[in-house]
Every structure is written in C-alpha cells, then in structure tokens.
C-alpha cells in the first residue's frame, strides 16, 4: 500500500508558466517532507525539503507547501524552464526513521 | 558538495554470475542505502547500513547482500544474478539525524544500470 502517493504520472508546462506537483501521504506520523528532481541516467537530485513544523519553504524559483490536516504537499515552481524538464519524486520520513519513504513520481514537461 | 561515487555506470552480467556493486561516499556519512528503481514502481530500498558493519533490510532484500567494513564504503551483492535484477542500481548517503537541527537529505550517485543476460 503505498503511503506516499503522486497520482499524476506526467505534467506539461509552458515554459514561463507555474508547475504544481502534488503528493498525498496516509501516514500521520510523517514529520518531514523532501522532494528530488531525477534526470534520465542521473541519480536523484535534492531538490526542497519542509519539517511538518512548517507550511511552507522557499528557495529560489521553488516553494513547497504542507496541508497537514488534507496530509497532502505541492511542489511549485515558478517560473518553469525547459531545463526544469525531469521526474520529480516526492519522499516522506517519520521521525528518527532513516528510511526515505517514496512516491513514484510525477515527469515533468516544460515546453519551449 | 557530498559526492557519491558507484565505480560503473553500465555493467552487464550473465545468469548465476556473483555481481559486486561498489559505492563511496567523502563526506563521511553514518547512512548509506541501496535502492533500485524500476519503471513505474519508483524507487525501492534493498538494504541500508548506519554504521560500519551494521546493516538492516529495506523492502525487496531478497537475492541481495550488502557489506559495509569501512564508513565510506557501501557493496551491494547479488549472490547469483539472475534477469529480473535488471535495473538501474541508485546508491544514497546521509548524514545522521540530530534532534533540533536542520534534516540531512539522502545523496545520490549516479547510479549502475545493471543487465543481467
């Protein structure tokens, strides 16, 4: 069953415009939220992360926001870029847990 | 930067061949992991270890054994290749979780796309 879930599959994006991934989790004890950008051949890139002692966190063209009461976070970013073009994984840790808790993922497109 | 360093990019093996996948990290991380990720089924943990010598089982242990005799280094093993271990091999490191203090994100290697033939 899986406890963190990103139901869109694919996303397209023109350039210049907002992309908004979504993740929904079922775990309440899920206090800490990442989400990593995967290019093809790459491994996965750290991108943004968000304690649940927070809505939201900004850094750069990429902000994250936590509903803890809907247990569901977005990704945005703003503006899209044709390099922001990849997989976008979001991930979920409960406590001292080291496991990555994993959704599996959401590719994005952004068209030029 | 944290670099993690998987020693091949593609490697191909034949069915019931001993397979080593090595990984090293330099900056000294307590937490190593080994996933594979699979289309559609993302990525999913085979084993991780916390400390030199110490290691516990992710989701999908089965047919896969792991050594850690140094902090940096991380092996994954597959005692006896067999196709369906055809996948790309993604190789993490994190830092240990200090209460308070800011979480550690996992970093990744670039990964081994492993062919079993």
């Known amino acids: 069953d899986q406890q963190v879930k990103q139901n869109s599959p694919s996303l397209s994006v023109q350039e210049g415009r907002i992309s908004i991934l979504n993740c929904d989790y079922t775990?309440?004890?899920?206090?800490?939220f990442l989400w990593y950008k995967k290019y093809p051949a790459e491994g996965p890139t750290f991108l943004i992360s968000i304690s649940s002692i927070k809505d939201k966190n900004e850094d750069g063209r990429f902000t994250v926001f936590l509903n803890k009461s809907a247990k569901h976070l977005s990704l945005h970013i703003v503006p899209s870029q044709p390099g922001d073009s990849a997989v976008y994984f979001c991930?979920?840790?409960?406590?001292?847990?080291?496991?990555?808790?994993w959704g599996l993922g959401t590719s994005l497109a952004v068209n030029p | 930067d944290v670099k993690v360093t998987q020693s091949s990019r593609y490697l191909v093996k034949r069915t019931g061949e001993k397979v080593f996948l090595e990984c090293v990290q330099d900056?000294?991380?307590?937490?190593m992991f080994w996933y594979r990720q699979d289309p559609g089924l993302g990525l999913r943990l085979i084993y991780f270890s916390y400390d030199v010598k110490m290691k516990e089982k992710g989701d999908i242990p089965e047919g896969y054994s792991v050594s850690r005799e140094k902090k940096e280094r991380f092996s994954l093993i597959l005692e006896s290749a067999s196709t369906n271990q055809t996948s790309m091999y993604l190789c993490?490191?994190?830092?240990?979780?200090?209460?308070?203090?800011?979480?550690?994100?996992?970093?990744f290697g670039d990964g081994t796309r492993l062919s079993i033939l």
């Open positions: 775990n309440s004890m899920f206090d800490y």
């Open positions: 900056m000294d991380h307590e937490n």
């Open positions: 991930a979920a840790r409960a406590g001292n847990n080291r496991k990555l808790i």
């Open positions: 993490a490191s994190s830092s240990t979780l200090i209460r308070g203090v800011e979480d550690q994100p996992q970093h």
